[in-house]
């Protein structure tokens, strides 16, 4: 590799990028690393860290009022968004600093520049016009917000990056979309006490998600008070006096002081030369990638959300992982992409892992769903107006757990559990066989004994 600057040049010190470069060092090889914004990317500059931050920070208004069943007295809680905002900021650098601390004892070079491909071996780095040689090349470039149609007004309208940075807290946001990001911040929002509206063009929010997750969780989002829109677009957008009015496609318009778009984060693959080194795209607009993140030419590997399979930094750390050690540790390693956990940090949370019943009855011929609503015992004395959900899907035939659901307080920290059962493979059984743990919501996952829905395909004639 003489003629080679570096074994591997690495685009985007984000969730997967960095972990590649890291792990590929440890290896023995050369490696240097760019980065056009901060390190780290965006689940720890602008995605999942600070976004968890600011939900823990709107849960408190929900306790104040709890606590009141429960016998205390609170004088009436105020709550400042600047000190939010500026501790949230500390703990970000604090945690970029740390990034880049253990890239550099790493011996892993770090260039704060953007990175573009000259061809399938040279970088070019904007910064410092310098072209780099590299023997290998990871794309880990992430995704971008999607800005949206260009409606008249558009440049009113902020994305989840901006949402982390507001001089001050906006009385009124009317967010608009429905994925998890739109519901999450239409909860940090409501829970931090702006008023909500948000407008989805769908016929429910959570596409993609179990039917009853998004039924369940649309109802307990309206009884916090957050307007949901459904069947509407938001078509323009003016500003009237200090506020903004923003124009429905069923005709009505809402006014708010922020306008925010969640509409998607395609893969970041504009402007970074792939065509120049042969890089080919896959329909979904990622990289085309190999089960061992192996793009089109043999030598450049992509991982993360450019490769659009599964828009996770979990995911994305596994990726590089399995990239470093297949190049350059000798251990050819694929990811495994089936049953992954996710949540989702809206209010109540929402934990899946697997099939919905649709996708199970989509690919098996007998489907049994267990499914249970309650009252979770802390609302029994709160007072509040809640409701928690589980549902199983389960392989009518072979007993085995397809897929799992969870609307309820903590549904994150639960999937990750119930996650580890599933993936080896647990049958209804083994969950049945398992001790409840009382008194917790929990125990719905191994107690629940009824079926409340089964679907059997009819034999083709
Ligand atoms: C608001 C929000 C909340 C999220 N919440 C969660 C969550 O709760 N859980 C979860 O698992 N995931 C969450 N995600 C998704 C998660 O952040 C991503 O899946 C993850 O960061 C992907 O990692 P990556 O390495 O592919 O890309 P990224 O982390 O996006 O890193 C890519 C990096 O490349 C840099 N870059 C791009 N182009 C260039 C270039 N040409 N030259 C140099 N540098 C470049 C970017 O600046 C960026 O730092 C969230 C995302 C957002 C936006």
């Excluded at 066989?433 to 009382?438: G, Q």
Aim: proline letters at 4%.
């Amino acid at each position: 590799m003489a003629d080679h600057d570096v074994d591997l040049f690495v685009v985007g010190a984000g969730s997967g990028g960095v972990r590649a470069a890291r792990i590929a060092a440890g290896y023995g090889a050369r490696v240097m690393i760019a980065e056009e914004y901060r390190v780290g990317g965006t689940c720890v500059i602008r995605g999942c860290v600070p976004k968890k931050l600011l939900v823990y920070a709107s849960r408190f208004s929900h306790d104040f009022e709890d606590a009141a069943g429960f016998g205390w007295t609170l004088h009436a809680p105020r709550f400042d968004w600047a000190t939010l905002i500026a501790n949230k900021d500390k703990e970000i650098a604090r945690l970029e600093a740390a990034y880049t601390a253990t890239l550099q004892k790493c011996a892993v070079d770090i260039v704060k520049s953007r990175a573009v491909l000259e061809d399938a071996h040279t970088v070019h780095l904007v910064a410092t016009g310098q072209r780099i040689r590299a023997a290998h090349i990871l794309v880990a470039t992430g995704a971008a917000p999607h800005p949206g149609p260009a409606i008249p007004g558009i440049e009113h309208v902020i994305s989840s990056n901006e949402a982390f940075h507001l001089g001050e807290l906006p009385r009124h946001v009317l967010v608009q979309g429905g994925s998890y990001i739109a519901v999450e911040f239409a909860g940090i929002f409501a829970g931090l006490g702006s008023k909500v509206t948000l407008v989805y063009r769908g016929d429910n929010i959570l596409r993609g998600f179990d039917d009853d997750v998004r039924a369940h969780l649309r109802e307990e989002m309206e009884k916090r008070g957050i307007h949901v829109i459904t069947h509407n677009r938001v078509n323009a957008v003016e500003p009237m006096g200090k506020h903004l009015s923003a124009r429905l496609s069923g005709g009505n318009a809402v006014t708010a002081d922020k306008v925010m778009f969640a509409l998607g984060r395609p893969p970041n693959v504009y402007g970074l030369g792939l065509e120049a080194a042969g890089v080919r795209l896959a329909d979904t607009g990622g990289i085309a990638v190999d089960e061992f993140s192996r793009t089109s030419v043999p030598h450049i590997y992509a991982v993360g959300d450019v490769t659009n399979r599964i828009n996770l930094t979990p995911v994305a750390i596994r990726e590089g992982q399995a990239f470093a050690d297949t190049v350059f540790g000798g251990k050819p390693t694929q990811v495994d992409h089936t049953n992954v956990p996710t949540a989702v940090f809206s209010e109540p949370e929402v934990g899946v892992i697997g099939l919905s019943e649709a996708q199970a009855r989509d690919r098996f011929a007998k489907v049994d769903v267990y499914l249970t609503r309650f009252r979770p015992m802390k609302a029994t004395l709160s007072g509040r107006d809640t409701t928690i959900m589980f549902k199983l899907v389960v392989d009518g035939i072979t007993d085995r757990v397809l897929g799992c659901h969870i609307v309820a307080p903590d549904a994150g920290e639960m999937i990750q559990l119930i996650g580890v059962a599933v993936k080896m493979g647990a049958t209804k059984a083994d969950l049945d066989a398992t001790m409840a743990v009382h008194p917790t919501a929990a125990e719905e996952l191994v107690t629940m004994r009824t079926v409340a829905r089964s679907h059997a395909r009819q034999a083709a004639e």
